[in-house]
């Protein structure tokens, strides 16, 4: 059993930048995928970046390639997302996701979910 807790969302301009966390409880997180998905209002929750239980895969969104950045700390079992550049069309709750074996893009492959942070992009 994992239990996830999203901190470091808010409100910033276009162009800031945020980095949102994801602290994790239970002996199993450094083996589990991680993922980061967000959902805006009226939207289905879209996948943002995932990473592989040892960091050493990652993959992203096109929307957010360049400009995000996903990284873990197993010692601290914690799930971090680096947002810079931050467009308008990036307010939505962000989520992070945790699942076992290999990453996934697929919402629905995740078996863990946090209950979410509100990033607010103003322009």
């Known amino acids: 059993q994992v239990q996830l807790v999203e901190a470091g969302g808010g409100l910033v301009q276009a162009g800031g930048s945020l980095r949102l966390s994801c602290a994790a409880s239970g002996r199993t997180f450094r083996s589990y995928a991680m993922a980061w998905f967000r959902q805006a209002p009226g939207k289905e929750r879209e996948f943002v970046a995932a990473i592989s239980f040892s960091g050493g895969t990652t993959r992203y969104a096109d929307s957010v390639k360049g400009r995000f950045t996903i990284s873990r700390d197993n010692g601290k079992m914690t799930l971090y997302l680096q947002m810079n550049s931050l467009k308008p069309e990036d307010t939505a709750v962000y989520y992070c996701?945790?699942?076992?074996?290999?990453?996934?893009?697929?919402?629905?492959?995740?078996?863990?979910w946090g209950q979410g942070t509100q990033v607010t992009v103003s322009s």
């Open positions: 996701g945790g699942r076992s074996g290999v990453i996934s893009t697929t919402t629905n492959l995740y078996d863990y």
